[in-house]
């Protein structure tokens, strides 16, 4: 694996606290919650939490943000330590901090305090931005983007340059590669040059399509990428839009999924994908990122683990954590497990059926290689991302893993699912994994099996057929 391109990051910093308790009861005096068995979490925020994701995803990044001598300013110098290189600006004020209050992980309320803004451009930073080889620009509305405006047009017209926009600022320069608002920002910023007016929230969709189309003039960006919390995000360069779906519907605490998403976004057109593989990428990480818990899964006393690529590799990892989820939470793990070559009715049948049993289904498919080993050189007839993607596409599909082995087992050991499940066929074979499974008093259990469907059955009236021998992959 190669290693990921550096991603300089121009933008706001601010510093985020989060008080978590518990809501028994309201006040005697007034009718407001009483929040109890306060504790409070502190993290960097804004652009400082979009370069502290980037360094997550193993890179080398560069902030260019502004820092006065404040109490809140050298917290936050404590925090980013040396995960990023950090490029001082000189700050205007005291540095804009964010206080949430919630309870049983729902926000009751919101403090801002510091209204702190940029003051000037330094030469080291007008220098670090025409060096870079590709920049996010995470503008808060407090001035950084402002006093690096003219660096950062020049360095539109050769690099990728990424611009997560605020209302509170101005628009992106001229060139960006690529643009992300949000659905309420990208109608904003197209309202005040004309824009039409919100409509029914179910046009959201149609909305944020003329909007898109509308900012790629406006803004003279090669593209925008207008994201729609749970829905994904809608990509435009001025023609037909492209939506990139998410690949499942993630509960949980959004805030900093905008940051999760231009981070990758931007990370991996430095790394030299095309847009549209970029925002698809971001999509998947944004998604992830939400139903792994968001903000709440960041410490700023340690440095964060590396997420792997989310537009390559089968998410085994996804998987494991799918199944810790539910075991949490008291719920029944299922699996089911195979080479899913040529998905056919049989497959279908069985794994609709395994998803009754429980309250999730972890499907474990073999890679090229261990089904390469069990089925001949002809196979597999489709690549493993292929099958990945048609199997995390099922509705009864919660999570795929990938196992390299010739059966399953060290997979099931990770797992450790509730019911294993396997077709008919193998009612009269003694399964190799049933006594793992047995021993963390999980079951295995069989499923009818559909008559006549098999893979190579259908491979073989495939090639049988008149033309077939052009269709099948030798």
């Not at 209302?167 to 824009?195: C, D, K, N, Q, Y």
């Not at 073999?366 to 690549?383: C, F, I, Q, T, W």
Request: with cysteine; charged share 25%; proline share 7%.
């Amino acid at each position: 694996m190669t290693t990921p391109a550096p991603l300089l990051v121009v933008g706001d910093a601010l510093l985020d606290h989060d008080l978590f308790g518990r809501v028994e009861r309201l006040a005697p005096d007034a009718p407001v919650p009483v929040v109890s068995d306060v504790r409070r979490a502190t993290r960097p925020g804004g652009a400082a939490l979009a370069a502290w994701l980037a360094a997550a995803d193993g890179r080398d990044v560069t902030l260019v943000t502004a820092l006065g001598d404040d109490p809140s300013s050298a917290e936050l110098r404590a925090a980013l330590g040396d995960r990023v290189r950090l490029l001082a600006l000189p700050l205007d004020g005291t540095l804009s901090t964010k206080t949430r209050v919630l309870a049983e992980g729902r926000p009751l309320l919101r403090l801002d305090d510091g209204e702190g803004r940029a003051e000037e451009g330094t030469a080291e930073a007008r220098r670090a931005v025409a060096a870079a080889g590709a920049v996010l620009v995470a503008d808060y509305g407090r001035g950084c983007a402002d006093v690096l405006r003219a660096a950062l047009a020049e360095a539109a017209a050769g690099v990728p340059v990424v611009w997560d926009p605020h209302p509170r600022g101005r628009p992106p320069v001229s060139g960006v590669r690529l643009a992300t608002p949000s659905a309420t920002e990208a109608h904003i910023f197209a309202a005040r040059s004309g824009g039409g007016p919100v409509g029914d929230p179910d046009d959201e969709l149609r909305l944020a399509a003329q909007d898109a189309h509308q900012l790629v003039g406006d803004w003279r960006a090669a593209s925008v990428a207008v994201t729609m919390s749970g829905r994904g995000a809608l990509l435009s360069h001025g023609g037909t839009p492209l939506m990139v779906p998410s690949p499942v519907t993630a509960q949980g605490d959004a805030c900093g999924a905008g940051d999760r998403f231009a981070a990758t976004a931007a990370g991996l057109l430095a790394d030299g994908q095309l847009t549209e593989a970029a925002v698809r990428g971001a999509v998947h990480a944004a998604t992830r990122y939400v139903a792994e818990g968001g903000v709440r899964t960041l410490d700023a006393g340690r440095a964060p683990e590396p997420a792997p690529p989310a537009a390559v590799g089968a998410p085994t990892d996804e998987a494991l954590r799918t199944a810790a989820r539910v075991r949490a939470a008291g719920g029944t793990v299922v699996a089911a497990g195979g080479c899913f070559d040529l998905l056919h009715a049989g497959h279908v049948a069985l794994l609709q059926a395994a998803r009754r049993t429980g309250d999730c289904l972890v499907v474990c498919v073999n890679s090229d290689a261990s089904v390469r080993r069990r089925k001949g050189d002809g196979r597999p007839l489709v690549p493993l991302a292929d099958r990945v993607r048609v199997l995390r596409a099922l509705e009864c599909v919660d999570a795929v893993a990938v196992f390299d082995e010739d059966t399953p087992e060290l997979l099931l050991a990770r797992l450790r699912p509730h019911i294993w499940a396997k077709g008919g066929d193998y009612a009269r074979t003694d399964l190799p994994e049933a006594s793992l499974v047995a021993s963390w008093d999980g079951q295995v259990v069989l499923f009818p099996y559909l008559d006549g469907r098999s893979t190579s059955g259908i491979a073989e009236r495939a090639a049988h057929a008149p033309g077939g021998t052009e269709g099948v992959r030798r």
